[in-house]
């Protein structure tokens, strides 16, 4: 039984920072790319960050571009994402979502194409 268990996130104020955690098990954690898909207030979720199970194309959207990075640990089975100089666009509820195959795949469409997500874990940024 695939599991994927966010952690973290939390209230933060204009310029701050939150790290959030996506511990998984249930399947071969190596064989799979790994993402985060925040969905904010009034919207879908829409893929934000994802890594590759050789952890050499991490990828992002534009908008948070030098502010976010994405990291996966092969050894203990975790995808975290480290958000620095948040802005209040970036509020939102923030899945761990995992990826049919081993590579990155930036999509429009992530509830067709992520085969598993977790609970979520709420981002509010707020002054």
């Known amino acids: 039984q695939v599991q994927l268990a966010e952690s973290g996130g939390g209230l933060a104020q204009p310029g701050g920072f939150l790290r959030s955690s996506c511990p998984a098990s249930?399947?071969?954690?190596?064989?799979?790319?790994l993402n985060w898909v925040p969905k904010a207030p009034g919207k879908g979720p829409e893929w934000l960050s994802g890594?590759?199970?050789?952890?050499?194309?991490?990828q992002y959207v534009y908008e948070v571009k030098g502010r976010f990075t994405i990291a996966r640990n092969n050894a203990n089975n975790t995808v975290s994402l480290q958000m620095n100089n948040l802005k209040p666009e970036d509020t939102g509820l923030y899945y761990c979502?995992?990826?049919?195959?081993?590579?990155?795949?930036?999509?429009?469409?992530?509830?067709?194409?992520?085969?598993?997500w977790g609970q979520g874990t709420q981002v509010t940024v707020s002054a």
């Open positions: 249930g399947f071969t954690f190596v064989t799979s790319a």
């Open positions: 890594t590759d199970v050789d952890v050499r194309d991490d």
């Open positions: 979502a995992k990826a049919r195959g081993p590579i990155v795949v930036v999509t429009a469409t992530p509830k067709l194409e992520f085969d598993h």
